[in-house]
């Protein structure tokens, strides 16, 4: 198994500011996942985070507003940038442990609101 | 890409009682992985149950089994003898065995457990 701190759990931050959110695991992991999940819908996968190497994006989310940072194989960051209302959400950390890799393990989510 | 459908948004069920949550999912694939995730109030995703598409089998955990239909792409989660501490947000996830890492998730439904 595996476990996650993620911080903040929540906050509140102005429009147009940036916030980065840590993600801690306790064991070392090739990959980690940065998902989210806007009110009352599914978790949508933002990017993959492998270490030593630049984060691969899914469709719809770009580098310059959702930048990760990897600097080793038990951490991982996802800043979200110039922040306006719709990047209100849980913002989930995971990483992928157990027999080839078939099992995800999440931290406990940020709740982020933008006001 | 894979699609994961949870045509339940809401669902309840009395305490002790047994309720099934329903998901199909649409893949070409013949090998993949099919998870049941939780997510309580306090957002933390937690595995309820896996299952292996190469086996025949349902997989059981407790109180929480499976109906997979391969052949129908349904996996539908029954829970029986209801607990209050089961009431949560059910996401049904799907992962491909074969390359890639993305989970694929549902839109969730919601369970209600009435004392």
């Known amino acids: 198994s595996a476990v996650i701190s993620q911080k903040p759990s929540r906050d509140i931050c102005q429009r147009g500011t940036s916030l980065t959110i840590q993600c801690q695991v306790d064991?070392?992991?090739?990959?980690m996942f940065w998902y989210r999940q806007q009110p009352g819908q599914s978790l949508t996968l933002i990017a993959t985070?492998?270490?030593?190497?630049?984060?691969?994006?899914e469709s719809g989310f770009v580098i310059d507003k959702f930048p990760i940072s990897r600097p080793n194989l038990t951490f991982s960051t996802l800043t979200v940038s110039n922040m306006s209302p719709e990047d209100s959400s849980i913002y989930l950390c995971?990483?992928?442990?157990?027999?080839?890799?078939?099992?995800?393990?999440f931290g406990q989510g940020t709740r982020l609101t933008v006001v | 890409a894979q699609t994961v459908t949870q045509s339940q948004p809401e669902m309840s069920v009395q305490e002790a009682e047994t309720v099934t949550l329903s998901c199909t999912y649409d893949?070409?694939?013949?090998?993949?992985?099919l998870f049941w995730y939780k997510q309580p109030p306090s957002r933390q995703m937690i595995l309820v149950i896996r299952?292996?598409?190469?086996?025949?089998q349902n997989a059981t955990e407790n109180r929480f089994s499976v109906n997979f239909q391969k052949a129908a792409k349904s996996f539908s989660l029954k829970i029986s003898d209801s607990q209050l501490g089961d009431a949560a947000m059910y996401f049904c996830?799907?992962?491909?065995?074969?390359?890639?890492?993305?989970?694929?998730f549902g839109t969730g439904t919601s369970l209600t457990v009435i004392p």
């Open positions: 985070a492998n270490q030593g190497s630049e984060a691969t994006y």
């Open positions: 996830a799907y992962r491909s065995a074969w390359g890639g890492n993305q989970f694929y």
């Open positions: 893949t070409s694939e013949s090998d993949y992985y």
């Open positions: 064991s070392q992991v090739t990959m």
């Open positions: 995971s990483v992928e442990k157990g027999a080839l890799n078939t099992e995800a393990f």
């Open positions: 299952q292996e598409a190469y086996k025949q």
